[in-house]
């Protein structure tokens, strides 16, 4: 049997399963995520000075002023997992 042409043999140990036919060759990455939405927001707590509630007292106002909560929201499809076998 003939030595593929050079430019069809993959680097770093990996080889082609069929030399000659390189559409045999595609596949989706295990990390393959077609859709994905992100969102992340930021709301800001109302205590402290100038704020609805305990804005009255200065040592509330300071201790519990100016705190926010932050988060991500995620929703994709795709697998989150990679199945291999060892041999």
């Known amino acids: 049997m003939p030595r593929p042409p050079r430019s069809v043999v993959f680097r770093y140990g990996s080889q082609r399963q069929d030399y000659y036919n390189l559409n045999a060759e595609w596949a989706l990455a295990p990390v393959d995520t077609p859709m994905r939405f992100t969102n ?25 002023g100016g705190w926010q909560l932050n988060g991500t929201i995620i929703h994709q ?6 199945f291999t076998s060892r041999t």
Do not use: N
């Open 40 to 64: 992340a927001f930021t709301y800001a707590l109302p205590f402290g000075k100038r704020k609805r509630f305990l804005s009255k007292s200065k040592w509330m106002a300071y201790a519990v």
């Open 77 to 82: 499809t795709g697998s989150r997992s990679s």
